[in-house]
Nanobody, 114 residues
């Protein structure tokens, strides 16, 4: 059973915006803090931010003020609104539980380039 499906990535110019979505299975999503991560070529997967069941959020310093997470508990979906994108945001983006992660999905590629 597929647990996590990310989508919404693409090619965008610096300064542009993208909105990523992650649909999770109910058992993966319900009652859990969800997080976004990203992995740039040749680098380890890094935490981007997380959102609790009640909507409380926390972000990495590198994206604070530019990225916003939200969640729709009825749809088992978490979103990542990315604004003012920079070339260094280029990576494959993944979502997962913050604690007790499930098998990783395929991720969605975000490329920021002119």
């Amino acid at each position: 059973q597929v647990q996590l499906v990310e989508s919404g990535g693409g090619l965008v110019q610096p300064g542009g915006s993208l909105r990523l979505s992650c649909v999770a299975s109910e058992s993966t999503f319900r009652g859990h803090t969800m997080a976004w991560y990203r992995q740039a070529p040749g680098k380890e997967r890094d935490w981007v931010g997380n959102i609790g069941v009640g909507g409380d959020t926390a972000y990495a310093d590198s994206v604070k003020g530019r990225f916003t997470m939200s969640r729709d508990n009825a749809k088992n979906t978490v979103y990542l609104q990315m604004n003012s994108l920079k070339p260094e945001d280029t990576a494959v983006y993944y979502c997962n539980r913050r604690l007790y992660p499930r098998p990783w999905g395929q991720g969605t590629q975000v490329t920021v380039s002119s």
